[in-house]
Structure formats: structure tokens, C-alpha cells
């Protein structure tokens, strides 16, 4: 049975997964409600918790948020990151050459999680927050996923996943989603148009690692405006490119998906 030890440490992970970065301050009855805790507990877990430098208390509110030392943890995680530090460059290109927000997602159970990104440098830009989680059915990024993973797999988290709607123009129907991952499948890419952001546009390409299984997920992103039918056409050639260049630097020596020569966005 599990010990003392292994149910407090269960909890005080239950309470930091409660914030995030809409709810970055919580109160310990926020938590308490959030981690299905009672409030003593909460209190207890979180009062030790700041005494450790995992958590910090603002003195007036005494609301908490996350302190210093999950940034360390955070920080040593990214710089042991082969595929962060692998991709960068490629990254520190595209940004370059496009003036768009660039990102590199992972996945993390039935969600991605962006674990790098370069913002744009134009005024009106779309901002993919390091750490950020997303459900993969909604956006470009996550689409790539469920498309490039094992059907075993895709079907297990599809299955488990309710399609809620983000925005009027996400897919919540199972079969018009099928045929959208056919479709990314067939191109080698995604596009979306205002799936989880409904003013932001992006297309995706996947990563793949030595055996061959889709490791990571390249995107460029920005707004709708912006993404013109020719921009996206040419974003789908440079996003691919670059994508099976850092699938090469992992080792992966034969590229499952040639680059698109004509991407078809329309439709």
C-alpha cells in the first residue's frame, strides 16, 4: 500500500498542477476545491511548500503562485533537453526568415506542451507560452501529433478526449476530425485556422526521432490576417524542411515524408 510519504508527495503534485497561466495565484481554498483536498491539508502541504521555495505567498493576499525553485527544476529540464537544444537553431532560422511566432511542442501524456518558442517581432504577433498545455484535436500542432503517432495510440487518446469547442471553428465531430488527420497524413503537414486561438492561424510539421516515431512538432504561427493561402503555402514548404532537418540532426536518416511540392491549404 502507498506509504505516508508517497500520498503527500501525490498531493503536493495534485496542487502544483493547479496552477497555470490563466490562474497563476490561487488561494488554498481555490486549491483545496481544485486538488479535491480538504482545507487543512491544502494548508499544511502548501505552508511547507514555501518554506521549501516551491511555492511563494503574496504577504497581502496570501494567495500563492510558483516559486523559485520550480524555475531551477524547469531550467535544468530545458538545458538537458536534446531536442530543444537540437532544434534551436533551426528554430533561430525559421524565426528569421518568417518574423512569426516559432514553436516546438511535446507531448505529454494526451496533451503538447511547448517547451521552446521565439516570439515575433511584429506588433500584432500570437504568443505561444513556454509550458503551455493543449489538447492535441485543436490547432495545428496537435493535430500533427494525432495524425504521426501510432493509430493505436491516436485512437486510445481520441477516445478518452472529449472534442469540446475552443472556438466557433474547432472540430469537435470525430469523423470530420479523422479525415482532417487523413488529409495531414497524405500533405505531410497541418494547417488551422482559429482552432484553439480564434484570431491565429498555424501550420506544423512533424519531428521525428531515430526509430522513426514522432518526437516533437515544429509550427510557425500568427495571425489570421496575416496568413494569406500564398503565405501558408510557403510556410508549409519552409516548416517541413526545416522540421526534417532537425529530424535529421536527432538521427533519423530516412524521412518518412518527402517535402510537399505543392501544399494544398485551400478547402
Same mark, same amino acid.
Given at each position: 500500500m502507498p506509504s505516508e510519504s508517497s500520498h503527500a508527495l501525490h498531493h503536493a503534485v495534485k496542487i502544483l498542477d493547479c496552477f497555470s497561466q490563466e490562474q497563476p495565484e490561487l488561494? #488554498?481554498?481555490? #486549491? /483545496?476545491r481544485m486538488a479535491d483536498l480538504s $482545507? %487543512? /491539508?491544502?494548508?499544511? &502541504?502548501? !505552508? %511547507?511548500?514555501?518554506?521549501?521555495? =516551491? !511555492?511563494? *505567498?503574496?504577504?497581502? @493576499?496570501? +494567495?500563492? $503562485? !510558483?516559486? $523559485?525553485? #520550480? &524555475?531551477t527544476w524547469a531550467g535544468v529540464y530545458l538545458s538537458n533537453s536534446d531536442i530543444r537544444t537540437t532544434a534551436l537553431p533551426y528554430l533561430q532560422e525559421l524565426h528569421q526568415s518568417t518574423q512569426e511566432t516559432i514553436s !516546438?511542442? =511535446?507531448l505529454d501524456g494526451s496533451e503538447r506542451v511547448c517547451i521552446e518558442r521565439l516570439e515575433s517581432t *511584429?506588433?500584432?504577433r500570437i504568443v505561444a507560452r513556454l509550458g503551455r498545455r493543449l489538447p492535441l484535436y485543436a490547432g495545428s500542432a496537435g493535430k500533427v501529433f494525432l495524425a504521426f503517432m501510432q493509430p493505436q495510440q491516436c485512437e486510445r487518446i481520441l477516445t478518452a478526449t472529449p &472534442?469540446? /469547442? &475552443? +472556438? %466557433?471553428? @474547432?472540430?469537435?465531430?470525430?469523423? /470530420?476530425l479523422q479525415l482532417e488527420l487523413d488529409k495531414i497524413r497524405s500533405q505531410g503537414y497541418a494547417v488551422s485556422r482559429g482552432e484553439w486561438l480564434l484570431d491565429a492561424s498555424g501550420v506544423a510539421a512533424p519531428v521525428y526521432d531515430t526509430s522513426g516515431e514522432i518526437t516533437a512538432v515544429l509550427t510557425i504561427s500568427g495571425p489570421s490576417q496575416r496568413f494569406t493561402d500564398e503565405v501558408i503555402e510557403r510556410y508549409a514548404r519552409v516548416v517541413t524542411s526545416q522540421a526534417v532537418q532537425i529530424s535529421l540532426s536527432l538521427g533519423y536518416r530516412q524521412p518518412r515524408q518527402a517535402l510537399p511540392l505543392q501544399p494544398s491549404v485551400r478547402g
Open positions: 488561494g #488554498v481554498r481555490e #486549491v /483545496a $482545507s %487543512s /491539508a491544502a494548508g499544511r &502541504l502548501m !505552508l %511547507s511548500m514555501k518554506d521549501m521555495g =516551491i !511555492l511563494n *505567498q503574496n504577504p497581502k @493576499t496570501k +494567495t500563492y $503562485s !510558483l516559486g $523559485s525553485r #520550480v &524555475l !516546438l511542442y =511535446i *511584429q506588433n500584432v &472534442l469540446v /469547442a &475552443l +472556438t %466557433s471553428k @474547432t472540430i469537435i465531430d470525430v469523423n /470530420a
